[in-house]
């Protein structure tokens, strides 16, 4: 699948791959953590917990109907602007959509480029290229999450299974964007990271 790109007529195409990119980062960059968690009468969501903009940091407002719109909204992001690219113009478009949508997310510019981690988007980009694979992701999740109880552990797992489940099936070229993905959720969960090889990861249902 990887082949894809060698067969794109690069010189027409840009300026329409670039359009691609940048409405998808727009819609990326639309920051519903902050907006249901101001709606939901919690304030600035950036001002509560880890500042975080994304569902699990709305849940600890305690307003779990805005962290469930969060993280809705977060992965129908990712999910929409893959589906459109695919209509405009294929793998290639869908794939610079993902990836578009995906830097809006973590990277905003009405925030100041301080945004979400991106494992809602990501999950979200994921089920538009191939639901199988999606699903498989989030069992991923939730078994690495009912063994050892810490969220951003099994948000680690189960992306970086991701591009293997991808190169399993032979589709190379998601396998390659997943794994660029996975990289920058990696470089956003650089605290948990810390935290978990420290021990002073929260877990599940505790408070920080």
């Avoid at 907006?35 to 975080?52: E, H, M, Q, T, Y």
Wanted: glycine share 12%; charged share 10%; proline share 3%.
């Amino acid at each position: 699948m990887i082949e894809t790109l060698a067969l794109v007529r690069w010189e027409i195409a840009w300026p329409y791959v670039l359009a691609t990119f940048f409405l998808a980062y727009l819609v990326g960059a639309i920051p519903f953590g902050l907006i249901f968690a101001k709606l939901a009468g919690a304030g600035d969501i950036r001002k509560v917990g880890s500042g975080n903009i994304g569902a699990t940091n709305v849940l600890r407002t305690g307003k779990r109907w805005a962290a469930a719109a969060t993280l809705i909204c977060d992965g129908l992001k990712g999910y929409l602007a893959v589906i459109a690219g695919f209509n405009i113009g294929g793998q290639t478009f869908g794939v610079c959509a993902g990836l578009g949508a995906f830097i809006g997310h973590l990277y905003p510019i009405w925030l100041g480029f301080k945004g979400g981690k991106g494992v809602a988007t990501f999950i979200g980009i994921v089920l538009a290229f191939a639901w199988p694979v999606g699903l498989l992701v989030c069992a991923s999740w939730l078994g690495v999450a009912q063994a050892f109880r810490y969220s951003s552990l099994a948000a680690l797992v189960s992306t970086a299974l991701t591009p293997l489940y991808f190169l399993f099936l032979g589709t190379t070229l998601f396998a390659l964007l997943t794994f660029v993905l996975v990289i920058l959720i990696y470089i956003k969960h650089s605290s948990n990271i810390l935290r978990l090889i420290r021990g002073e990861e929260p877990m599940i249902g505790r408070s920080r």
